[in-house]
């Protein structure tokens, strides 16, 4: 099993997906299937759950013979994947053994940018993956990522949860705590897309924490995707391009009253 990774904002995108990963989970189970690259998971306490789908395209070179799934640690690989240099291939090659490599090779020789190999040992890790269903959501909405960004790490200053409050006018985001409170109002005029269902009014609860994770870099797209219910745990999308997505899934926080 071969993959290679050459172009830049690809290679730029891959090391920000492991950011956010890592950030999720020490270990991931990876699946190298036949048309794609795959990994689904949850963090220790179970609160949220990732999803993510690289199609075959996606990579500049897809090389499986048959399809593998290994299971590596989140922060060895992702601090090898940010030791790369502007003129670094990223190749990932895995031969049936109990490690994998990882090989930063140089495009273009330039002086000081030196080949790197690396070998990381494969982890013993459970996983029963979970079946994703397509779903309804009472609102979605989609929102520059930088902004998003922003607005999620400002707000950790003041609190640990979020209210997320939707209408048909605009959209509240609420946090407090011992150090005040923040309300960030948006306007529908200022979002990508918005929709919500006629006459309603969505108040709902999350961990801050949590959802500034998956709002942590601004890398992998240029907006992110948010669809709300009360029914469903909230749903939070990067598109990468060429079919492929990044999906968080993060349940709303019960209620004390």
């Avoid at 609860?205 to 992998?220: A, G, R």
Wanted: glycine share 2%; with cysteine.
């Amino acid at each position: 099993m071969k993959i290679t990774i050459s172009n830049k904002n690809k290679k730029d995108l891959f090391v920000a997906l492991f950011q956010i990963l890592k950030s999720c989970t020490s270990i991931v189970r990876v699946k190298f299937e036949q048309d794609k690259m795959y990994i689904q998971g949850m963090d220790k306490s179970h609160i949220c759950l990732f999803d993510l789908n690289i199609q075959k395209i996606w990579f500049d070179d897809y090389d499986i013979d048959e399809e593998n799934t290994v299971c590596f640690d989140t922060n060895i690989f992702h601090l090898i994947l940010s030791s790369k240099q502007e003129s670094h291939n990223i190749i990932i090659r895995y031969d049936q053994d109990d490690s994998i490599n990882i090989d930063l090779i140089s495009q273009e020789h330039l002086k000081g940018e030196f080949d790197k190999h690396f070998k990381i040992p494969l982890a013993d890790y459970e996983y029963q993956e979970m079946n994703i269903n397509e779903t309804d959501y009472d609102a979605e909405f989609s929102i520059t990522s930088k902004k998003i960004c922003e607005i999620t790490s400002q707000m950790l200053s003041f609190g640990n949860d979020i209210n997320i409050k939707c209408s048909e006018e605009r959209i509240d985001l609420i946090t407090d705590g011992i150090a005040g409170e923040m309300l960030v109002n948006i306007p529908i005029n200022d979002l990508n897309e918005y929709s919500i269902v006629e006459g309603d009014v969505i108040d709902l609860k999350y961990s801050l924490n949590y959802i500034t994770k998956m709002c942590l870099t601004n890398k992998l797209s240029n907006e992110v995707e948010f669809f709300i219910s009360a029914e469903y745990p909230m749903k939070i999308k990067y598109d990468l391009g060429d079919d492929s997505s990044l999906v968080f899934f993060i349940a709303p926080k019960i209620s004390d009253n």
